[in-house]
């Protein structure tokens, strides 16, 4: 729902908001369908603008996986995804370098900095942040599938350890971070990691208030095609019961892995929001209602309280 048609109501009660989560950090992942369109990159980063003008502390994490596969068809590589992560070769990997540390994350820091935020970018490899080794060959049973199969996602980290030094030195002089899903491994390796992992990390890694993805539907469906199937609030027993259910798919795989990764690290909410509705983010954050979905680790927010 959106704000009170009464600006001095709606202010109030976003002031409420704004008191609650003042100092407070929250990780905002863009994910690569907000990305790959200008307009609404720049509307999700003029919503985070508005968010560090409140005092609120952004860490940015940011996907790229369409501008990726866009860049693999152009050289010929394949685009191959199981269970929503890529299965990365060394030529894959280069690509990987060139999008996600290179072209998206340069111009994500230049909208970012013309909507008045002081932005710098990082990848996982920058000071030993994200520390991962590579992905052993894994069973992966995909929904509808009864039998799981072996895959190996080539040069895919996993994460080992977070080191958020640098990340809490570049806040510390009110720099927002922004990181790109590349891990360091041993002997200088440098591996692709799921962006919605890297956020999850980052955020537990931090003691985030919130993490939020930014996605191109409304928030978690019951079912992926019906738009009005939007789910306000679910605890992680719901989501177990929807993925074991088969509804989860695609992207939503990763996503489900990493909002629980993050809940059960200590981060307070998780919520999904619509980067393609402009402000759904500053709704989820400012509003009793919100505009996607919360989700949080087991206990349901009590009968009338605000999601916020
Ligand atoms: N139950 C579900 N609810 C919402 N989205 C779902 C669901 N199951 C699968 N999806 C898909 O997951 C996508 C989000 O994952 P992904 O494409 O990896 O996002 P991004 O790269 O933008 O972070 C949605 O756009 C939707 O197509
Ligand atoms: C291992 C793996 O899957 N890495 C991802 C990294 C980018 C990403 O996660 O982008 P989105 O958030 O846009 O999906 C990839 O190569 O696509």
């Not at 409304?218 to 679910?234: M, N, Q, R």
């Amino acid at each position: 729902m959106p704000l009170s048609p009464d600006p001095y109501a709606a202010l109030r009660n976003a002031a409420k908001y704004v008191k609650q989560f003042r100092s407070k950090t929250f990780v905002v992942k863009l994910g690569g369908a907000v990305l790959s369109d200008p307009r609404t990159r720049k509307t999700a980063c003029e919503q985070i603008a508005l968010l560090w003008a409140f005092s609120i502390r952004p860490v940015v994490v940011h996907g790229g996986g369409p501008e990726l596969d866009a860049l693999c068809d152009a050289l010929h590589l394949p685009i191959e995804k199981v269970a929503g992560r890529r299965i990365t070769s060394a030529p894959v990997l280069d690509a990987a370098k060139m999008v996600l540390a290179g072209k998206l994350h340069t111009d994500l820091l230049a909208d970012l900095q013309a909507a008045g935020v002081p932005a710098v970018g990082l990848s996982g490899v920058d000071a030993g942040l994200i520390k991962a080794r590579r992905r052993p060959p894994v069973m992966v049973t995909e929904p509808g599938e009864t039998q799981g199969r072996m895959v190996d996602y080539g040069l895919v980290g996993d994460i080992e350890s977070v080191d958020t030094r640098v990340v809490e030195h570049l806040r510390s002089a009110d720099y927002v971070p922004v990181i790109a899903p590349l891990s360091g491994g041993q002997d200088g390796a440098v591996y692709n990691t799921n962006a919605d992992t890297v956020a999850a990390a980052i955020a537990a890694a931090l003691h985030a208030e919130k993490l939020f993805f930014m996605v191109e539907v409304p928030g978690l469906l019951k079912d992926v095609s019906d738009p009005s199937s939007i789910i306000s609030l679910a605890t992680l027993a719901d989501l177990a019961s929807l993925e074991a259910e088969g509804r989860l798919t695609g992207g939503m795989r990763p996503k489900a892995h990493a909002m629980r990764h993050a809940l059960v690290g200590g981060v307070g909410s998780v919520h999904l929001v619509s980067g393609k509705q402009s402000d759904a983010l500053l709704e989820e954050v400012f509003t009793n209602e919100g505009s996607g979905t919360m989700v949080v680790r087991e206990h349901p927010v009590k009968h009338g309280e605000a999601k916020g």
